[in-house]
Nanobody
Framework: QVQLVESGGGLVQAGGSLRISCAAS???????MGWFRQAPGKEREFVAA????????YYVDSVKGRFTVSRDKRENTVYLQMNSLQPEDTAVYYC????????????????WGQGTQVTVSS
């Protein structure tokens, strides 16, 4: 069983940065991790993913070059560093865990956190 808890969201101005975290318990190191986001009235969107080893990452084109996903195995924590934030990045951000790589669909993820709100003002 894997439990995930996100934290670090908040309100920032456009151009600013945030780092959100996902603390995991259970057999976390055996899972690959993904970040998703969902804005009001919109579908859930894939953002980034990292393998359980931390050696391979993947990003959606809209955040490539601005966001960085990483993990600290000793602390069982996954991070999403978000730079050059824009208002369109405003959403609830969720972390999720999967044993499948590469993940092909959000349904591939077995465990989800409760989400953390990121709001970017103009």
């Amino acid at each position: 069983q894997v439990q995930l808890v996100e934290s670090g969201g908040g309100l920032v101005q456009a151009g600013g940065s945030l780092r959100i975290s996902c603390a995991a318990s259970g057999t976390f190191s055996k899972y690959h991790m993904g970040w998703f986001r969902q804005a009001p009235g919109k579908e859930r969107e894939f953002v980034a993913a990292v393998t359980w080893s931390g050696g391979t990452t993947y990003y959606v084109d809209s955040v490539k070059g601005r966001f960085t996903v990483s993990r600290d195995k000793r602390e069982n924590t996954v991070y999403l560093q978000m730079n050059s934030l824009q208002p369109e990045d405003t959403a609830v951000y969720y972390c999720a865990a999967t044993r499948r790589w590469p993940p092909g669909h959000s349904d591939d993820f077995n465990y989800w956190g409760q989400g953390t709100q990121v709001t970017v003002s103009s």
